[in-house]
């Protein structure tokens, strides 16, 4: 899940451009890197938080508001640690993401933001159990 470095340092264009996306990805991650069950994950991949939480906005800016500018691969990313991902992680990302966009976007683009990332965990799962499979 380690994502590459942008290219600019510092805060990106796109957190400020999105400060509310930006809120909302940042509590997020707070939040998961203190969690019991998927913290560890995130913790023993991630290198550079400061790059993905830049770049994990932008994901969700273009997700939101089709603008952002967003390089990752996360199915590969998932299927890369398969070994090391359970289905009810998946469950845990969903509802901290939940009560996350709950607090910070108003009702209607946090209805979107946890559509969507319900259809985003539904694939990797999917990635996962399959890479699960094959390595079995």
């Known amino acids: 899940m380690t994502l590459p470095a942008s290219p600019q340092p510092g805060p990106s264009p796109v957190m400020h451009k999105h400060p509310d996306i930006a809120r909302l990805v940042t509590l997020f991650y707070e939040r998961a890197r203190a969690d019991a069950l998927i913290g560890p ?60 966009a709950q607090e910070v976007m108003s009702p209607s683009d946090a209805d979107v933001l946890i559509a969507k990332a319900g259809r985003i965990a539904a694939v990797l799962a999917s990635a996962v159990a399959q890479a699960q499979d094959e390595a079995a």
């Open 41 to 100: 994950v995130f913790e023993a991949k991630i290198n550079d938080w400061d790059a993905h939480l830049r770049a994990l906005t932008a994901f969700w800016a273009a997700q939101l508001r089709g603008r952002g500018a967003y390089r990752g691969q996360p199915v590969a990313a998932h299927v890369a640690m398969a070994r090391r991902i359970a289905p009810a992680m998946f469950e845990r990302w969903q509802d901290l993401w939940r009560q996350a």
